[in-house]
């Protein structure tokens, strides 16, 4: 299927490794050219020639950390206006609850909260005024129900969730859509922190929690970066216009529920 958004412009934030690159790479492939993003540069670079490697589109990687002004500032003159705003970056480290203090309560919620918002909002004017634009926020499935020791990114980005509802609705009549998708478990450098710290709590080895952790996904497996950025691409697409404020939850039936 032609995407319709050959020749669109794109930021990605936290896209040098993982979801972020699915969706960088998938972008690529539909004509979209990209900023990329990740704090470590030559993990960015590597990722930029991989991206050029298989589309022919401009890739401009910059080293920043997004969830600070200058970070954003980098971003977005590296791109003023872009079409597409992909929000992402790492998530809070898996902890228990009771060993959070008020300083990394605050960077959970800045870092999934705050800086989606502080994106969209300067990005969403030309958007409006030149009546496309097209937004996704990586959240997660711990959104709709708890994972054990994620208990900051679960609150932080129910936050985001309920925070874009609305603005979402304010921006639909204007071509623009906000949109998230809810990763459950995806094949990627942070499902491997996730394994060993897992691991660590319950005194065993991090295969045995990946083979778990897989075992009870209805589909027996995880999920790949690829498949999620085709997700993605499409949520960006120009035959997507229509969805909007959505939660697309991407996570081969692990959230037993019918809606
Ligand atoms: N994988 C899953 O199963 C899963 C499930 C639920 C939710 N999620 C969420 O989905 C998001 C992406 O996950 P992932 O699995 O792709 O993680 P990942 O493999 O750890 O990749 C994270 C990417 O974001 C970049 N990044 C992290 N912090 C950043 C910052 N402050 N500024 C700029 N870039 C930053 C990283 O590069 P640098 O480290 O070089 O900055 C990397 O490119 C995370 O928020 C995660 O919590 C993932």
């Given at each position: 299927m032609d995407l319709g958004i050959s020749g669109r412009r794109a930021i990605v934030c936290?896209?040098?490794?993982?979801l972020g690159k699915g969706c960088a790479l998938a972008l690529a492939e539909a004509g979209v050219s990209l900023v990329i993003n990740g704090r470590d540069q030559t993990k960015l670079e590597k990722t930029a020639d991989d991206i050029r490697r298989v589309a022919d589109v401009e890739v401009i990687p910059v080293a920043a950390d997004v969830g600070t002004a200058e970070g954003q500032a980098a971003l977005l003159e590296a791109?003023?206006?872009?079409?597409i705003l992909i929000n992402n970056s790492g998530g809070p480290p898996?902890?228990?609850?009771?060993?959070?203090?008020r300083a990394a309560m605050i960077d959970g919620v800045t870092m999934n909260m705050i800086t989606p918002i502080e994106l969209i909002q300067k990005v969403i004017g030309p958007m409006s005024a030149q009546r496309f634009g097209r937004i996704v926020n990586i959240t997660s499935i711990s959104v709709k129900m708890p994972v054990p020791g994620l208990d900051l990114s679960s609150g932080a980005r129910a936050g985001l969730t309920s925070f874009l509802a609305g603005v979402a609705r304010d921006v639909a009549a204007h071509n623009v859509t906000i949109n998230n998708i809810l990763p459950g478990y995806f094949d990627t450098e942070r499902l491997r922190q996730g394994f060993a710290a897992t691991a660590k709590r319950a005194e065993t080895s991090p295969d045995t929690i990946a083979e778990q952790w897989a075992a009870s996904v209805p589909a027996k497996r995880f999920g790949t970066p690829e498949e999620f950025g085709k997700a993605c691409a499409f949520l960006c697409s120009?035959?997507?216009?229509?969805?909007?404020?959505q939660n697309l939850l991407l996570d081969g039936g692990r959230y037993p529920a019918a809606f």
């Amino acid at each position: 299927m032609d995407l319709g958004i050959s020749g669109r412009r794109a930021i990605v934030c936290g896209s040098s490794q993982g979801l972020g690159k699915g969706c960088a790479l998938a972008l690529a492939e539909a004509g979209v050219s990209l900023v990329i993003n990740g704090r470590d540069q030559t993990k960015l670079e590597k990722t930029a020639d991989d991206i050029r490697r298989v589309a022919d589109v401009e890739v401009i990687p910059v080293a920043a950390d997004v969830g600070t002004a200058e970070g954003q500032a980098a971003l977005l003159e590296a791109c003023a206006e872009p079409d597409i705003l992909i929000n992402n970056s790492g998530g809070p480290p898996f902890k228990d609850f009771r060993d959070l203090d008020r300083a990394a309560m605050i960077d959970g919620v800045t870092m999934n909260m705050i800086t989606p918002i502080e994106l969209i909002q300067k990005v969403i004017g030309p958007m409006s005024a030149q009546r496309f634009g097209r937004i996704v926020n990586i959240t997660s499935i711990s959104v709709k129900m708890p994972v054990p020791g994620l208990d900051l990114s679960s609150g932080a980005r129910a936050g985001l969730t309920s925070f874009l509802a609305g603005v979402a609705r304010d921006v639909a009549a204007h071509n623009v859509t906000i949109n998230n998708i809810l990763p459950g478990y995806f094949d990627t450098e942070r499902l491997r922190q996730g394994f060993a710290a897992t691991a660590k709590r319950a005194e065993t080895s991090p295969d045995t929690i990946a083979e778990q952790w897989a075992a009870s996904v209805p589909a027996k497996r995880f999920g790949t970066p690829e498949e999620f950025g085709k997700a993605c691409a499409f949520l960006c697409s120009a035959h997507a216009g229509y969805i909007t404020g959505q939660n697309l939850l991407l996570d081969g039936g692990r959230y037993p529920a019918a809606f």
